[in-house]
């Protein structure tokens, strides 16, 4: 049912370890060309809340400047403006951070559920507010893999962010663990993590460039929905970390559905 991709970035070699051929000149043009492109994308999503600021305080300093109504008004879309730059720097950092670990292998061992519990205990108020249902199945099993605690909280807070932010009010997200002896792509035991919504979904086509940076699907939804457009390309670094895959399946109309796998700790591990 529905179009399934796999949106990790680049394929795991036998020994877990990332491929990476920068030897190849097209390559590194491409690499030279696509930092380019980040650095003019990270300008303009900073230049547009930098120039609606500067717009309201100059309307503050002039023409609004003794209309009571309208001061209160334009500082809260100031404050929301400032919000969302901040939120967007976080999110910055948060990329260049998970980047920069990303060949540190992670040796914690962690049970997912833990995490999912966490992260599920965060995001009550956020599900409450948009009166979405969290519909966890996480087990009686520990699912255990070498991990990353905190970056995996970030990982499972974006999914399912998103899916409540996607989904649309009075949905229902459902979260759930399987463990299996052998996954034949991991070559070895695996945790399934699924987080599922029935909202809109996902156009076929949009699949494969979901953790592009700052892809969005729609972007004026996104940005008014407080997106940055970076959440799916967090989740992509980090799972190449973990030597993990992220896989997205929807069939429009009827929801999405993002899938983590990670290799399960074994004693031989
Ligand atoms: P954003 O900050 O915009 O949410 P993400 O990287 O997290 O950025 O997601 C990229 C885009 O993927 C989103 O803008 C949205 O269009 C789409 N998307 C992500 N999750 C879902 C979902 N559960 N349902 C529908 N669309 C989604």
């Not at 390559?27 to 003019?40: C, H, K, L, P, T």
């Not at 950092?93 to 060949?103: D, F, G, M, Q």
């Not at 992260?119 to 996480?138: G, Q």
């Not at 759930?176 to 919504?197: E, L, Q």
């Amino acid at each position: 049912h529905g179009t399934t991709y796999d949106v990790s970035l680049r394929p795991v070699g036998d020994h877990g370890i990332v491929l990476l051929s920068f030897n190849d000149v097209t390559e590194m043009a491409q690499a030279g060309q696509m930092r380019r492109d980040f650095v003019a994308n990270v300008s303009h999503e900073l230049r547009t809340p930098l120039t609606a600021l500067i717009g309201f305080i100059e309307t503050l300093q002039g023409p609004a400047r003794d209309d009571t109504a309208a001061r209160e008004r334009f500082l809260g879309i100031m404050a929301q403006e400032a919000e969302r730059m901040n939120r967007l720097v976080g999110e910055l950092l948060s990329l260049s951070r998970v980047e920069a670990e990303e060949r540190v292998r992670p040796e914690a061992p962690i049970d997912l559920r833990d995490v999912l519990r966490g992260t599920l205990r965060n995001l009550a108020p956020l599900a409450d507010d948009s009166n979405v249902t969290l519909a966890p199945t996480l087990g009686d099993a520990p699912a255990l893999v070498l991990g990353d605690a905190d970056q995996l909280v970030q990982v499972f807070t974006n999914l399912i962010e998103n899916a409540i932010k996607y989904g649309g009010r009075d949905n229902r997200v459902e979260i759930s663990v399987k463990s299996t002896a052998h996954d034949p792509a991991m070559r070895g035991p695996a945790v399934h993590i699924s987080v599922r919504d029935h909202g809109p979904g996902i156009d076929a086509i949009h699949l494969p460039r979901l953790t592009e940076r700052f892809y969005r699907v729609d972007s004026h939804r996104s940005r008014a929905l407080g997106g940055t457009g970076l959440g799916l390309a967090i989740v992509k670094h980090i799972m190449n970390r973990h030597r993990g895959r992220l896989k997205v399946t929807s069939t429009p109309g009827q929801g999405a559905e993002f899938r983590v796998i990670l290799p399960i700790k074994t004693n031989s591990a």
